[in-house]
């Protein structure tokens, strides 16, 4: 459909046609591990260049996520999003976000941090492997943020998720923010690569993606463990 378009054609008209082109990631049931890596790698480097500009999302969930029919991910709505540079001095921020995929602290109305973004990441694994975004045994959102903010224990992974990708999850969910992984650190093991890879068929049909990055040395984050 792209290739259709004048090359006169406005970039405004050419960024509603790119989304339209597009799908939300929650719109594609459930990933296997393997494309859940290779997407949440593609995560970590929008993640890394928005928290190098002092930016953080606060609202990242399959919904905000969307899916190219080239098998790119690229991150949407930033409607909750703020710098932290203009947040400066600004100890209580009031509690944004969507409750299921919210950190804790951010459901405590605390300052924003990237670390909360990496706390929604882990949430977003959890619903790309699912199908079902966390806490999904809770009946609404009053109930999730009480879960969230009171409880010690992270949200449950998948029985079938491979030890690298628990220990992943492990990273994402540290309940002290200060503890979390950070977006720079795309090298653990569950975020290796495959060169030829594609999705089942979905709505869009069936989506190749064209990653070629393979790497097996430790995440940047457990060297400070």
């Not at 619903?127 to 943020?145: C, G, I, Q, R, V």
């Not at 977006?183 to 890879?197: E, I, R, V, Y």
């Amino acid at each position: 459909m792209l290739d259709c378009l004048p090359s006169t054609v406005c970039p405004q008209l050419f960024a509603l046609v790119l989304t339209l082109a597009m799908g939300e990631l929650q719109w594609h049931g459930a990933f296997d591990e393997r494309v859940t890596r290779v997407y949440t790698r593609q995560l970590l480097h929008g993640l890394n260049y928005l928290h190098l500009n002092s930016i953080v999302h606060r609202d990242i969930k399959g919904a905000n996520v969307l899916l190219s029919i080239s098998g790119e991910v690229k991150l949407a709505d930033f409607g909750c999003a703020k710098n932290l540079a203009e947040l400066a001095g600004n100890s209580n921020s009031g509690s944004t976000g969507t409750p299921y995929w919210m950190a804790p602290e951010q459901i405590k109305g605390e300052a924003p941090a990237s670390s909360a973004d990496i706390w929604s990441l882990g949430a977003t694994v959890i619903e790309m492997l699912t199908a079902k975004h966390p806490w999904s045994h809770l009946t609404n959102d009053f109930a999730a943020m009480w879960q969230i903010a009171k409880s010690q224990e992270p949200p449950e992974a998948p029985d079938s998720l491979s030890r690298h990708g628990r220990d992943f999850l492990d990273r994402c969910f540290r309940l002290v923010a200060g503890d979390r992984s950070t977006a720079t650190g795309k090298n653990h093991p569950f975020l290796n690569c495959l060169s030829s890879l594609c999705l089942p068929s979905t709505n869009l049909g069936t989506v190749p993606l064209r990653q070629s990055c393979c790497c097996t040395r430790s995440w940047q984050a457990c060297d400070r463990q």
